[in-house]
């Protein structure tokens, strides 16, 4: 029972959800010592769902193990090699199977993000071993709906501002210098010159959405636009609220006009939409490149700064701050102003 409180300890101890995961991995590996133990997501849009593995452990591990951050989708196993697993994902009940080894798969839910746990053993999973599987999710979940309550803006469910600090050096930490600029159809990937880049996007004329039709729908085209975002950024871009109608993307991907491409296509897909009373609803779009030894604020500045030159020269457009610095738009990173204009 001790040993159950330690790791119980251990689980809720830490307030980031990759180490979440490994901790519980770890904790069921030590305590059932299963031949393997796995937390599995399930990521990409509908047709194309995959397995993405939060955390692994097999008996011979020391330490638990995931799928990159920035795995191509398509490199991932496809719901339908694992069986059990999608009749977890689609049920909610445990699967258990018989066999060499033995399979028993547990659902996951946090906030209605629906994952799978998923154990190999040489013996059966009996009814002690399946409570304490159970119990102990339970307090996963519980704890993870907590992480979730404290770092999603209420609105739009995307992250909030206070959680942009820590992913921002998380990914700096890991980022390496950017590859040089390459076709738009390149992939956003795992290459050797995969890089991190910021992006600030800025709903244009919102002031004028809010003082024609009212808050509430303002609300509901902020609503809308984060739906947007998720649709359209991969599973793993960071997507951010910072509050009002400024929304901000923390992206991998291996060129300038790699990410610049994404945004483009972001910027498109909300021209293109139909919002119900407001009608046509546009962003304009700054970005950077992370670097390495990059701060939060300094990095935001120069994406800010890509987004205001944006905004004086016809909204509705993708802007690169590297691109606006070469041309001779914008200033090198100096402290100097870009001129004024009107942002709403």
Same mark, same amino acid.
């Given at each position: 029972m001790t040993h159950l409180a330690d790791h119980l300890a251990e689980l809720t101890e830490f307030r980031? =959800?990759?180490?979440?995961?490994?901790?519980?991995?770890?904790?069921?590996?030590? /305590?059932?010592?299963?031949?393997?133990?796995?937390?599995?997501?399930? $990521?990409?849009?509908?047709?194309?769902?995959? %397995?993405?593995?939060?955390?692994?452990?097999?008996?011979?591990?020391?330490?638990?193990?995931?799928?990159?951050? %920035?795995?191509?989708?398509?490199?991932?196993?496809?719901?339908?090699?694992?069986?059990?697993? %999608?009749?977890?994902?689609?049920?909610? =009940?445990? $699967?258990?199977?018989?066999?060499?080894?033995?399979?028993?798969?547990?659902?996951?839910?946090?906030?209605?993000?629906?994952?799978?746990?998923?154990?190999?053993?040489?013996?059966? /999973?009996?009814?002690?071993?399946? =409570?304490?599987?159970?119990?102990?999710?339970?307090?996963?979940?519980?704890?993870?709906? /907590?992480?979730?309550?404290?770092?999603?803006?209420? /609105? !739009?469910?995307?992250?909030?501002?206070?959680?942009?600090?820590?992913?921002?050096?998380?990914?700096?930490?890991?980022? !390496?210098?950017?590859?040089? $600029?390459?076709g738009p159809d390149e992939r956003r990937g795992d290459s050797p010159t995969s890089a991190h880049w910021l992006g600030v996007i800025d709903i244009d004329h919102f002031k004028r959405v809010n003082d024609t039709f009212g808050h509430l729908i303002g609300d509901e085209v902020l609503l809308l636009l984060g739906r947007?975002?998720?649709?359209?950024?991969? $599973?793993?871009? =960071?997507?951010?609220?910072?509050?009002?109608?400024?929304?901000?993307?923390?992206?991998?991907?291996?060129?300038?006009?790699?990410?610049?491409?994404?945004?483009?296509r972001f910027r498109s897909s909300t021209e293109g939409y139909s919002f119900p009373q407001v009608g046509r609803i546009t962003v304009s779009i700054g970005f950077t490149a992370v670097t390495q030894g990059d701060t939060p604020s300094a990095a935001f500045e120069r994406a800010d700064k890509a987004v205001y030159h944006a905004k004086g020269h016809g909204r509705n457009q993708v802007c690169s701050h590297a691109a606006l610095v070469a041309s001779g738009d914008l200033a090198a990173p100096d402290g100097s102003k870009v001129g004024d204009v009107e942002l709403f």
């Open positions: 980031d =959800r990759d180490a979440l995961d490994a901790t519980l991995v770890g904790a069921f590996h030590d /305590l059932l010592q299963p031949l393997s133990v796995a937390v599995y997501r399930c $990521v990409g849009e509908v047709g194309n769902q995959r %397995w993405l593995a939060r955390a692994r452990m097999a008996a011979s591990d020391v330490v638990a193990t995931a799928d990159p951050a %920035w795995t191509e989708i398509d490199s991932l196993p496809a719901v339908t090699e694992h069986p059990e697993r %999608w009749e977890v994902f689609t049920g909610g =009940r445990v $699967v258990l199977r018989s066999g060499q080894p033995h399979l028993g798969v547990f659902p996951v839910n946090v906030g209605g993000d629906v994952g799978v746990l998923e154990f190999h053993s040489a013996q059966p /999973l009996d009814d002690a071993a399946q =409570r304490l599987i159970r119990s102990v999710l339970r307090i996963y979940c519980n704890f993870q709906a /907590l992480l979730e309550y404290s770092e999603r803006d209420s /609105l !739009t469910g995307l992250l909030n501002r206070k959680t942009f600090d820590a992913s921002f050096l998380k990914a700096t930490a890991e980022s !390496t210098p950017a590859g040089p $600029v390459g947007l975002m998720r649709n359209r950024f991969r $599973v793993h871009d =960071r997507l951010y609220r910072f509050g009002g109608e400024e929304f901000v993307v923390l992206m991998r991907c291996d060129s300038e006009a790699c990410a610049a491409q994404a945004f483009e």
